[in-house]
C-alpha cells in the first residue's frame, strides 16, 4: 500500500500577537475499519479555461460514495484579481484567488442513474431497425426476439449501458446521474425508435427514474481570459 | 498588514514518478496584494456525543465575496474509525475526515459549513482566516 502523507503548515509572523505556527501532518487512509493507506490517484493534472462557464472537474459518478478520497486544487494564475469560484455541485464553495489552494476531503455522493427496459416482442423481419443514443441496428436477415435483444446488448451506446435482462428484454442504464433524459414509454417512443415492415415491436418503460448528483466539484473562472487550474484526487476503489 | 503562509506537502515515493510535491501561498484578501488580517484562533472541541450539524463558518457572520479560508482538523486519537462529516449549506455533505485528516478550504461568506461527529469522544478543531 502507498503511503501518502499530507502535511500544512500555517504561519505568520504578525497576525497576531504571539504569532502563529501551526504544523500538522496525515497519512491518507482509507475509510473504515482497515484504515488502510489510500491507494489510488488520478495524478496531478491542469485543467486550463477561456470562458467564464462553469465546469465540472469531477464527477462523483466516477469514484465511490462515502470513502475517504482528498481533492487537491490550486489556481496557478499570477493575477492577484484572477479567481476560481469552487462549487460542489449547486453550492458555493468559495474562491480560490491567484496562487491560493484547497485540499479536502470528498465523499463523490452519486446520483441516481435513469433506467428502462425494452421488451421486445414477435418477429423482426430483414431491414428492421432500433435506433437508440445514436446507434442505429439495422437487421440483416429475420431475427426472433432473442436475437434481437443478443444485437441491442452487443451495440455500444456512448450515455448508456445495456444488459441482457431476459431474452425478450433489455435494460438500459445512464452512465452518467446528471443525465436526467426521460425516455418516452410505450411502443412507440420517440427516443427508442423502433421501425418495422414485420410485427415486431419493442416497448419502453421505464424503472428508475433520475436523480442528478449534488456532488461534482465544479469551478467558474472569473475571467474569460486564460486561465488554469492544478488538481488531483487521492481516492480509494 | 500581516503575511500568514499556508503551505501544503503532499509526499510519498510509492508512486511512479512520486516524491514530493509542495504548494505555498501567502493569504491575501479578495484581488488584493493585502494581506488576511482577521482570524479567528483555532479552536479545540471535545464532544462527548455524537451531535449533528455543529456551526464551524457561519456565513451571516461574514461579508461575502471574500477570500476566507477554514482549517479543519478531526483531532480524535487514530484509534477508532469515527469521522467528522463536514457539510456545505443544508447538509450537502463534502466529505469525511478520519481521525489526523484535515482540510483547508476557501470560503467566500455566502455558505455556512458544519461539521458533524459520528460518535462519541470526538475531538476536532478549527479556524478561520478571513477578511471580517
Partial sequence: MATVSASLA???????????VLNTTTNLKKAGLARTNLDNTTGIARKSTTSTDQYTIFHADEFTADKAHK??????????SEFFTVSLDDEVMGRLYAGDFAFFPWSATDGVKAAFTVTFANTWAENDTAVFDGVTITLGSTETTAAMVDLVVAAKYPNFTVVETSASVATFTAKDSNDLSLIEEGAASDDYVVTTAGNGTGT?????????????IKI?????????????????? | MPTTTATLTLNTSEFSGGGS??????????????????????????QATAANDISVVAAGSYADAQAGKVYIKNS?????????????????????????????????????IKVSTSAANMYYEFGVFHEG
Wanted: glycine share 6%.
Fill in chain 1, 10 to 20: 500555517l504561519s505568520s509572523a504578525d497576525l497576531t500577537s504571539n504569532g502563529l
Fill in chain 1, 71 to 80: 481533492v487537491y486544487l490550486k489556481n496557478t494564475s499570477r493575477v492577484a
Fill in chain 1, 204 to 216: 419502453v418503460a421505464r424503472t428508475v427514474a433520475p436523480v442528478a448528483s449534488a456532488n461534482d
Fill in chain 1, 220 to 237: 467558474t473562472p472569473s475571467v474569460a481570459t486564460t486561465m488554469t487550474l492544478e488538481h488531483a484526487v487521492l481516492y480509494e476503489l
Fill in chain 2, 21 to 46: 510535491i509542495s504548494k505555498s501561498t501567502t493569504l491575501r484578501k479578495a484581488g488584493t496584494a493585502t494581506g488576511i488580517d482577521q482570524f479567528t484562533g483555532v479552536s479545540r472541541v471535545y
Fill in chain 2, 76 to 112: 480524535t486519537p487514530d484509534t477508532n474509525t469515527a469521522y467528522l462529516l463536514v457539510e456545505m449549506a443544508s447538509n450537502v455533505i463534502l466529505g469525511r475526515l478520519y481521525p489526523g485528516d484535515w482540510m483547508f478550504l476557501p470560503t467566500d461568506g455566502t455558505t455556512d
